[in-house]
């Protein structure tokens, strides 16, 4: 068995092991295949895009193999049109694989007679000779003469050969013939296995089929035609330019379309999407595929096999020796409910969406961002699968309100504030996290800013409060840095379409780490602002610091140059500065304080000191008071 590659990303190709029991389906069309009353048999194995055809398909042949023996040998031919030369025509192209592996076949006979090699000399010039017509029909199209010696090679025969070159329509018969030959007695079944048919253009859909009808439907013949089948069925309507897709109040087996493709192909074999159990074991076993070893990864497989036929849950796996899979179990559990709707039971689409996770907290990782992977695979599962609301997170965090409405999301949510832990626990925590150089991680705010929004029950869609109830909760968490990358990588401009635009610039550049940007707003600038203007401005740049803290210096630096300069909104810069709570206060954030600073400015402080239990934070407070305002 292989593991997941170093990088940790799931291939596109087909799945070398079995982690979803297909192999019920490919011992199900093996059986059809190998059914003596059905020969010739067509058989469909009909699947959305990514839904797992083509490892079924794996699957069938490794079955067939299995049950293939010497006096009865099943030769297995594993073809896909859509990788199928352009310049040769598609009918050709299969006819010539099967041919190719017969002569392979025929070569390595004990028998070795004269008749099965004549055989296959007059198909291989009917083929040339196809090619040959198609080779000159291309070329009239184009208004080109093609080669006279590629032409001549096509369709001379071979020195001192009487046989004529004639064209196709005895190849039927003579293909029975040599499947009939002693050469070939050995030979039980040959299956031609048809993969992604419905990924070619309509005239190669068209040709592939006809090569199946026309020319190889004899004894011993069958095939297996992987494809969506509405697809194919698309392609034929294009390709003879039907009146179009039935309506929905027809019987849809009186459709052209359907009933020509139901001519060549007997019997369907849909390819069931994955249950929700499907869903849960599937995201459980990639993730242990990573980690596990051969041994353990069976037995993990197995148990999931018998849990889907008896209809437990994962719950019922069990222990495995020496296996940790808690936090992988969790992570399942955690995501089946939105990705098992959303992503409609696809195997492909679900290891695309693990991929993107991936990625995302890989590149996060490499920017500093630090985030629970629990916290980054809910937001991935907004970003990916629930798109507006995403969009909406993303508004809220330009405008400054994300905290707001994620509380009063997840309130209605039923996800409350968490309580039991207390507030020297949390300072303690944050002292800790500044000693070490790191950002203190983010708590809930204990006081409403005046933007908050007013509590309305029922303002959030269903979507956002059932996307709010995954754990984890994630009030109190700084999510700026994480939103930042996500709408940088979906070109996204985070802009508070609220604020005014003359005041976006202002607000950049005084919110900005650079001195430089910061001090290209000059107070001539900041003076000219009428009083409305000022007020949007500070509240603005309040509810920024509150939400992102990489910008909590920059803001109260700013804020307090306003205060400053402006007395008539000394009490909204108060305010501005009040919405940031007290037990997120950084340590460079009192001692931008000065003694002369306006009263209600002083006052700020005072707040804070009352709410912060002791440590660091709460000292740097007490230097940033005057004397007198201390005791």
């Not at 096999?305 to 936090?327: H, N, P, Y």
Request: proline share 5%; glycine share 6%.
């Amino acid at each position: 068995m292989t593991t997941a590659p170093h990088s940790g990303l799931w291939s596109d190709d087909p799945a070398s092991v079995d982690l979803l029991s297909f192999d019920a389906v490919a011992h199900t069309v093996a059986d059809a295949l190998l059914d003596e009353a059905l020969d010739p048999v067509a058989l469909g194995l009909s699947g959305s895009w990514g839904s797992g055809k083509t490892t079924v398909l794996g699957l069938v042949a490794q079955e067939l193999d299995r049950r293939s023996t010497a006096e009865k040998k099943v030769l297995v031919i594993q073809t896909d049109p859509w990788r199928y030369d352009p310049s040769t025509g598609a009918k050709e192209s299969l006819i010539a694989e099967v041919l190719d592996a017969l002569a392979a076949e025929v070569a390595g006979s004990a028998t070795k007679t004269d008749k099965a090699k004549q055989l296959l000399v007059r198909l291989g010039k009917r083929i040339d000779w196809a090619k040959a017509i198609k080779l000159a029909a291309k070329s009239s199209l184009t208004l080109q003469i093609p080669d006279f010696d590629k032409l001549v090679e096509l369709v001379k025969p071979k020195e001192g050969d009487k046989e004529s070159v004639r064209g196709l329509e005895e190849f039927r018969d003579e293909f029975g013939m040599l499947l009939a030959s002693e050469d070939l007695t050995h030979v039980q079944a040959v299956v031609v296995l048809v993969d992604d048919l419905d990924r070619c253009l309509p005239e190669t859909v068209v040709e592939s089929l006809e090569a199946m009808r026309l020319f190889l439907a004899v004894p011993k013949m069958s095939f297996v035609i992987a494809a969506d089948e509405e697809r194919v069925a698309d392609a034929i309507r294009t390709r003879f330019k039907a009146t179009g897709r039935p309506d929905e109040s027809d019987d849809e087996r009186q459709d052209p379309a359907t009933l020509y493709l139901h001519k060549i192909v007997q019997t369907t074999i849909p390819l069931p999407a994955l249950s929700h159990f499907d869903t849960q074991a599937y995201l459980l076993l990639l993730q242990m595929h990573a980690t596990a070893q051969p041994e353990q990864l069976t037995t993990l497989i197995e148990r999931c096999t018998q849990i889907r036929r008896a209809g437990g849950s994962v719950d019922d796996i069990g222990e495995v020796d020496g296996l940790d899979m808690e936090d992988q179990l969790a992570f399942a559990t955690r995501l089946t409910p939105l990705l098992y709707e959303k992503l409609r039971g696809n195997p492909r689409y679900i290891k695309r969406f693990l991929n993107d996770l991936h990625v995302r907290q890989s590149v996060a990782l490499r920017r500093g961002i630090s985030l629970d992977p629990a916290v980054v695979a809910k937001l991935m599962t907004l970003e990916a699968l629930m798109k507006p609301e995403f969009k909406l997170l993303l508004d809220w965090f330009a405008k400054g309100e994300m905290r707001d409405h994620l509380e009063r999301l997840e309130d209605e949510a039923g996800r409350p504030a968490q309580t039991n832990t207390t507030a020297t626990e949390q300072q303690d925590e944050a002292d800790g996290a500044v000693e070490a150089g790191s950002r203190p991680r983010r708590a809930t705010s204990t006081r409403r800013s005046q933007a908050a929004i007013p509590a309305t029950s029922g303002q959030f869609s269903q979507a956002m409060v059932r996307w709010a109830r995954l754990a984890p909760p994630l009030r109190g968490l700084d999510l700026s840095p994480y939103l930042t990358l996500a709408a940088a990588f979906a070109g996204v401009t985070l802009i508070d379409d609220s604020l005014p635009e003359q005041l976006r610039d202002i607000a950049a550049n005084l919110l900005s780490e650079s001195r430089r940007e910061q001090a290209s707003v000059t107070d001539a600038e900041l003076d000219q602002l009428g009083d409305g203007d000022m007020t949007d401005l500070l509240r603005h740049i309040g509810r920024t610091m509150r939400d992102q803290p990489t910008k909590q210096k920059a803001g109260v630096n700013a804020i307090l140059r306003i205060a400053r300069r402006r007395s008539e909104v000394v009490a909204t810069a108060r305010d501005a500065l009040l919405m940031l709570p007290p037990n997120e206060i950084t340590i460079a954030t009192p001692i931008q304080f000065k003694p002369d600073d306006p009263a209600p400015i002083r006052g700020v402080l005072t707040t804070w000191k009352g709410k912060l239990p002791d440590g660091k934070i709460k000292r740097a407070v007490e230097s940033a008071l005057p004397n007198r305002e201390t005791v």
